[in-house]
């Protein structure tokens, strides 16, 4: 009867956008740790800068995706997956070096 007046969670379209949003941002999350073990000489810079704005979310998130896709295809290496592995080891380069750029060229304050 509860469920009735109230419904349940796959009814509720917010719950999944929630559910989405909280999923974004731990991934979110876990990629800015990465990155932090990634780039120590700026993990005071990183983490100050990531508390400050989400501004950031989004490159933390596709750092966290190619790393993961990354560890993956490392770890099921087959006999072609050498040209992925490159593209995707590429690509966390990429990432990092944008988010390096970004972070000493940032004017916020330590």
């Excluded at 750092?63 to 993956?72: G, I, K, N, S």
């Excluded at 080891?89 to 972070?103: A, G, K, Q, Y």
Aim: overall charge negative; glycine content about 6%.
């Amino acid at each position: 009867m509860f469920e009735r007046l109230v419904g349940t969670a796959s009814d509720d379209p917010m719950g999944d956008r929630e559910e989405t949003a909280n999923s974004s941002s731990q991934k979110a999350q876990r990629g800015l740790w990465r990155l932090m073990l990634k780039l120590p000489a700026i993990r005071g810079r990183l983490q100050i800068i990531a508390a400050q704005s989400t501004h950031l979310n989004g490159m933390f998130e596709a750092y966290e995706d190619a790393y993961v896709a990354l560890q993956r295809f490392q770890k099921e290496r087959g006999q072609n997956d050498g040209p992925l592995i490159k593209e995707y080891e590429t690509l966390c380069s990429d990432i990092e070096s944008d988010v390096l750029s970004i972070i000493l060229n940032s004017t916020s304050p330590l």
